[in-house]
């Protein structure tokens, strides 16, 4: 192939044109969301919101609004922290009745989200919206380094049984706020819409505007964490964008790969100064 200094100024225009849509992907092709600062609209309307969760798209912008519970069964009761404690384990907490309460979600997200020069830590509160209703947390508790998978607990119960830190959803309440949230890959959401040994499907977004999935490519396989940057986050190809999309991979683990642990798109201010409420009951 000549070199451009070469090429005559007749085809330099063409070659130049050629070059510029395939980087970006092609004008016509809304899946072909590789690039960073590409419309994803098209891919989040064919997520499976729940039918608890109000979904409507703008220019440029995702509004999600939704009461905050989930849309799968929860645990009767939980193992909470007294004392004000946020740290929760089995010797400083209780069980009590699921304090699990109504939320008022309303978030306008990007759609055409865009890499930030250096990545934002995700906060100790929702740092992303998922199709269940509910909202995702970073992998951590209170004091950013216990991680909730690693550290889940039971006590017993008001029936003698073990009630739980974490439920089967890897999810749980902030019994001050009455916030549900999950850690990790929620089986419970996943169920919902994925087929077993199947890819993963759209299952939230970020705050930055990146798509939220599970941890299964395109062929079925599980990811490897290895194979993720340090916010969880990849690119490769997903059933609803098959040219490839940057997205966030949740994982079933008790680790610290479980979760987003940080944006690596620009995000709002606004949504990261948010902070866990303080735990116990």
Same mark, same amino acid.
């Given at each position: 192939m000549a070199t451009p200094w070469i090429l005559s100024r007749a085809l330099l225009p063409v070659v130049l044109l050629a070059a510029l849509t395939f980087a970006c992907g092609g004008a016509t092709s809304p899946t072909n969301a590789a690039t960073m600062g590409a419309d994803l609209s098209a891919g989040f309307k064919q997520a499976s919101w729940g039918a608890n969760v109000t979904v409507t798209y703008s220019t440029g912008k995702l509004r999600f609004v939704s009461n905050g519970i989930?849309?799968?069964?929860?645990?009767?009761? =939980?193992?909470?922290?007294?004392?004000? $404690?946020?740290?929760?384990? *089995? #010797?400083?907490?209780?069980?009590?009745?699921?304090? !699990?309460?109504?939320?008022?979600?309303?978030?306008?997200?990007?759609?055409?989200?865009?890499?930030?020069?250096?990545?934002?830590?995700?906060?100790?509160?929702?740092?992303?919206?998922?199709?269940?209703?509910?909202?995702?947390?970073?992998?951590?508790?209170?004091?950013?380094?216990?991680?909730?998978?690693?550290?889940?607990?039971?006590?017993?119960?008001?029936?003698?049984?073990?009630?739980?830190?974490?439920?089967?959803?890897?999810?749980?309440?902030?019994p001050t706020a009455g916030t549900y949230h999950y850690h990790a890959l929620p089986p419970c959401v996943t169920a919902q819409v994925d087929q077993p040994n199947g890819p993963s499907?759209?299952?939230?977004?970020?705050?930055?505007?990146?798509?939220? =999935?599970?941890?299964?490519?395109?062929? $079925?396989?599980?990811?490897? *964490? #290895?194979?993720?940057?340090?916010?969880?986050?990849? !690119?490769?190809?997903?059933?609803e964008f098959p040219a490839g999309v940057y997205h966030y991979v949740l994982r079933n683990v008790a680790g610290p790969t479980s979760s987003i642990r940080c944006f690596t798109g620009v995000v709002a201010p606004s949504l990261t100064r948010m902070q866990m409420p303080g735990m116990g009951p």
């Amino acid at each position: 192939m000549a070199t451009p200094w070469i090429l005559s100024r007749a085809l330099l225009p063409v070659v130049l044109l050629a070059a510029l849509t395939f980087a970006c992907g092609g004008a016509t092709s809304p899946t072909n969301a590789a690039t960073m600062g590409a419309d994803l609209s098209a891919g989040f309307k064919q997520a499976s919101w729940g039918a608890n969760v109000t979904v409507t798209y703008s220019t440029g912008k995702l509004r999600f609004v939704s009461n905050g519970i989930p849309n799968h069964a929860r645990d009767a009761e =939980y193992a909470v922290g007294v004392g004000g $404690g946020r740290i929760p384990n *089995a #010797s400083n907490s209780v069980a009590m009745i699921d304090p !699990t309460r109504v939320q008022n979600y309303d978030f306008s997200i990007p759609t055409s989200p865009v890499k930030a020069s250096s990545v934002t830590p995700a906060p100790l509160a929702v740092i992303g919206v998922m199709i269940s209703g509910a909202s995702l947390f970073n992998p951590f508790e209170g004091d950013g380094v216990t991680v909730a998978t690693q550290s889940n607990f039971s006590v017993k119960g008001t029936a003698g049984k073990d009630v739980w830190f974490l439920d089967v959803c890897n999810g749980h309440p902030v019994p001050t706020a009455g916030t549900y949230h999950y850690h990790a890959l929620p089986p419970c959401v996943t169920a919902q819409v994925d087929q077993p040994n199947g890819p993963s499907h759209i299952i939230g977004t970020a705050f930055d505007g990146y798509p939220i =999935y599970g941890d299964r490519d395109t062929n $079925g396989k599980q990811v490897d *964490a #290895s194979s993720l940057d340090q916010c969880n986050g990849i !690119t490769s190809p997903t059933p609803e964008f098959p040219a490839g999309v940057y997205h966030y991979v949740l994982r079933n683990v008790a680790g610290p790969t479980s979760s987003i642990r940080c944006f690596t798109g620009v995000v709002a201010p606004s949504l990261t100064r948010m902070q866990m409420p303080g735990m116990g009951p």
